[in-house]
């Protein structure tokens, strides 16, 4: 009875640890939703904003690693439960940087109105691989909120449509930076943005690759996507 | 007597797994080097191989998560021993990004060799912010090793280095594709190159955080360089 309490004790403290995590990834949402308004609308204010909020997102990140340190401490927990405490342990690692990435969004679009720089729609370049990337970071979120594998596969499938993205926005910022060498410093921030879009896709791969590796217990990172479809783990 | 014993097979345990992240580092390492020589001397072969070697990298990634498991698991490790864990397992994150990035300038030295773009000595822009990561790196390792918290704050410091080498080149980039425009596509490749070493010095300064958080005990991620140096953790 004892372990059966103690067990009860374990879950009911990490639920509320996934909770805040779940308050992190809302959080980290928001600042890379409003980093990209604030480089679409040139707004300076909104960019300050984001880089201000990356201190709480800062902070909560120190405070669940402390919560998952005690939870292993005082809880103990079996093999079985200890993988779901790693890989929280892991999002919220890749959350902390999808605030950083948001940050770095927000300076370059504070960078640039500051210069006055924009001589094209540079929003519309990066349109795209916004909406696909701000949508992955949700699916990440839910399914880890969720624990779904199924949709956590689908997940790591889209991250490839977003490199191709990006080097599709590389190869136009090219062919842009060489018919008007006076836009190739707008054009740089904006392959900046891009790449920092780019990552943020890559982190929400990771935590769909955690979301995994909790339900089925096998590592899938480093596989090839049909060994992942296929059931294997890495080795 | 039993607490005594279980204490130093943990110590055992532990060690082994520190080993095995030195190692780790060994051939991260190894891959920054090489694949910086990839992108000097033109070698594709060489690049290709860097490239392989991230396999073995990531094998070991997976398995050292699972020491580290395994560990907790078994050992059932007290409060402070457990801190120890958890820097290893973030830092044993922190070399595998190492060896993505690692990677990444040696894809871009391939597809600079392939297309035979380079029209300026590229390497010659990258040559300071090089060697200043690759002692970070190593010094961030031996410190590691060490737990040296005394060096590891100053490695910190040496981040801003680096920043400011990256920012130097920026600039030169943006000038030479301003001058002559046919350069773009070849100064862009030595941009994402640069960008690449700027972030493996990042995983070299999130190490010697890890170092800090061993060896004193207190949390000085997302800290002001002025608050770590007066001790000081995050709050």
């Known amino acids: 009875m004892v372990g059966d309490h103690s067990s009860k004790q374990y879950d009911h403290e990490l639920e509320g640890i996934r909770s805040k995590v779940l308050l992190m990834g809302g959080m980290v949402e928001t600042q890379f939703d409003e980093a990209l308004n604030a480089f679409r609308v040139d707004n300076a204010q909104l960019a300050d904003k984001v880089m201000a ?19 292993i401490v005082r809880r103990q927990p079996t ?24 940050s770095k969004i927000a300076r370059t679009a504070k960078s640039l109105h500051e210069r006055g720089l924009v001589s094209f729609n540079h929003y519309d370049i990066v349109r795209t691989i916004s909406r696909a990337t701000a949508d992955m970071l ?5 399914a880890f909120a969720r624990l779904d594998g199924k949709s956590a596969l689908q997940i790591i499938a889209q991250d490839d449509e977003i490199d191709y993205e990006f080097r599709t926005i590389l190869r136009n910022m090219i062919t ?20 920092a ?11 769909a690759e955690y979301v ?15 060994a992942v479809a296929a059931g294997k783990g890495a080795g």
């Open 138 to 142: 949700h699916d990440a979120l839910d």
């Open 197 to 207: 879009i780019e990552r943020i896709g890559d982190h929400a791969k990771n935590i």
């Open 212 to 226: 995994i590796y909790v339900v089925e217990g096998r590592d899938i990172r480093h596989c090839k996507p049909a």
């Open 176 to 195: 842009f930076m060489m018919e008007d060498p006076r836009t190739i410093s707008a054009a740089l921030d904006t392959l900046w943005v891009a790449k």
């Open 79 to 102: 093999a079985n439960d200890l993988r779901t405490v790693m890989a929280t342990i892991k999002v919220i690692t890749d959350l902390e940087r999808v605030g950083d990435e948001a």
């Open 53 to 71: 909020d990356d201190q709480a997102v800062n902070q909560l990140e120190v405070q669940l690693d402390d919560a998952c340190s005690h939870l």
